[in-house]
């Protein structure tokens, strides 16, 4: 049975958040993952390319293009 509303949005953006922090192996710092609007939106910064690319990829295993944005900074 799926959930709607705050709490299955709730469980989404932990779920995220989690997926997010598992494969940059801690390289992101001040990870925020909120929902705006109906998309799961992951912010934070990483230290490289590739350590943005494993947040993007761990966010996209669990959303949709569609319901996802980001604002990860390289530096």
């Known amino acids: ?7 299955a949005a709730a469980s989404l953006v932990e779920r ?6 598992q494969l940059t192996h801690g390289r992101i710092r001040n990870l925020v993952v ?4 109906g998309q799961v939106v992951v912010s934070g910064q990483v230290p490289s390319r590739h350590a943005k690319q ?5 966010a996209l295993e669990l959303l949709s293009g569609d319901r996802f944005c980001e ?3 390289i530096g």
């Open 71 to 73: 604002n990860i900074t």
């Open 16 to 21: 995220v958040e989690t997926k997010v922090r």
């Open 34 to 37: 909120e929902e705006v609007a």
């Open 54 to 58: 494993l947040a993007l990829h761990g």
């Open 1 to 7: 049975m799926l959930r709607n509303g705050p709490e």
